[in-house]
């Protein structure tokens, strides 16, 4: 069979051993993949010819052995082991979903990453009604998410985004202000930070949190070490920091439930999978490209 590998300048299709499931896993066709900027962050740093991919959509072809999950036929969204990016993939039920007829591949595969991250990240947040929270990187797939979710707990969102065009659409999301890095600034205090950029982006925002307030970070685009103020803990008493690294938050969780909650978000139509292009996994370039000079306000889909 067919995977997306990393090669020595991106992608490349290769032929790869077809898999082998133990009696827990199910097998699964896979009709659509997501990219995450994570991943291409590992496509430069893997030798070639290794596998990638966490985000997929498809139809399970044989059900585990063991009588768990999904009957073959169903339809499932499912947060891969990085090994995703193939024509057919090996999942534990306990790392997938089924999804309604009404849900279609793209918005489908794009939900685990970009959807587990925004609800784990607004859980270490705390109750949101009436409080205020900042976004920061809320142009991006995970950011959206954040926005709706943290809107339809009762929050009032501010979004920050790097450019006006990534602004796009986000009032309609929820998001009570909308604004970029530098005017963000100069805006009042706040009770949550939301944040997945780190370096300068997250020190200017952290400076707008309020005694007893929450600080959560699930990421660090800029790739830039953090400075805070001098007086970042007396200045803010009762102040609490947590991270989120997703791949180990998922060891203590229940993926499939959790899953399950977001799409039964998306069907009730109180989310949306925000997927801001969709490309064919035989020629994933462009839709890379999009991904990777920050032109897509939203999350990134090749179908297969």
Known sequence: ???LVSGDSGLRLDSVAEPEPRP???LVEVHAIA????ELALMGQLPPGSRLGWDVAGTVLRAAADGTGPAAGTRVTALAERDGWAERIALSPTRLTPVPDGLDWPAAAALPVAGLTALYA???AGPLLGRSVVIT???GGVGRMLVQLAAAAGAEVIAQVGSPGRAEGLRSLGAHTVETYEEGGAGGPVDVLVDSVGGRVLAG?????RPGGTVVCYGNTVREELRLPLDWGHARPGLRISYLHL???VTRRSVARDLA?????VAEGRLTPEVAAVGSWSDPEPALDALRQRQANGKVVLTL
């Not at 990219?35 to 994570?38: D, E, F, L, M, T």
């Not at 925002?205 to 949190?209: L, Q, Y």
């Not at 909650?261 to 978000?265: A, D, G, K, M, Q």
């Open 24 to 26: 827990d896993q199910a």
């Open 35 to 38: 990219v995450n900027r994570g």
């Open 122 to 124: 607004l859980e270490y």
């Open 137 to 139: 990187g809320a142009g």
């Open 205 to 209: 925002a952290f400076g707008r949190v």
């Open 1 to 3: 069979m067919k995977a």
């Open 261 to 265: 909650s977001l799409v039964r978000l």
């Open 247 to 249: 791949f180990d938050e």
